[in-house]
């Protein structure tokens, strides 16, 4: 079970990141160039949020029965001295949560702003900003700290 959700999470990631890149891309088109919002508009907001979602509920699963959390959970102290327990342990959860929030947000209020303008705008801000936050505590395969591959097989 933890490898196969280690390889979905691994995944999951590329389908977040294309979500997001796609969204932030309708989101400035539409602001800039004064687009109406559609429906189209509407769901790539709405799919790319839930996929952040997802990824969270798949993050959180593997929290719970990760190796590498549960030796950090049990060996507080000293693990926090350890880069990679650190890492998984603290650091990913806190800013991947804080990623998947602004998301969260940004999809929300976009939502409920009255005009297409404010709607891509909103979008646009929020989806960068969460991206910003999310690309920064990916363990990348060319980190020098944390690295993971970039695929993981099932
Ligand atoms: C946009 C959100 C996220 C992205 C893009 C992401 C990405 C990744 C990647 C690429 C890995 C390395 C996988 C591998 O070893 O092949 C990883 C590991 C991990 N992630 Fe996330 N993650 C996200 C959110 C979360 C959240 C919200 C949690 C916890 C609630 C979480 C918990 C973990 C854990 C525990 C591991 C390491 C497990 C282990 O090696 O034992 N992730 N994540």
Do not use: C
């Amino acid at each position: 079970m933890y490898a196969t959700l280690l390889a979905l999470h691994s995944l999951t990631r590329w389908l977040i990141l294309i979500s997001l890149l796609f969204a932030i891309f309708r989101g400035y088109r539409g602001w800039l160039g004064n687009k109406p919002y559609s429906k189209f508009d509407n769901s790539v907001r709405h799919i790319t949020a839930t996929i952040a979602h997802v990824q969270l509920l798949i993050g959180l699963w593997l929290y719970f029965i990760s190796p590498i959390v549960s030796y950090f959970l049990q060996h507080f102290k000293e693990a926090m001295h350890i880069r990679d327990l650190r890492f998984f342990g603290m650091e990913h959860i806190t800013m991947m949560l804080t990623g998947i929030v602004l998301i969260a947000i940004g999809s929300s209020k976009a939502k409920r702003k009255l005009t297409d303008k404010d709607k891509f705008k909103t979008q646009a801000i929020w989806f960068t900003i969460g991206l910003l936050v999310i690309l920064s505590s990916i363990p990348w395969a060319f980190s020098p700290l944390i690295s993971r591959p970039w695929f993981r097989s099932f």
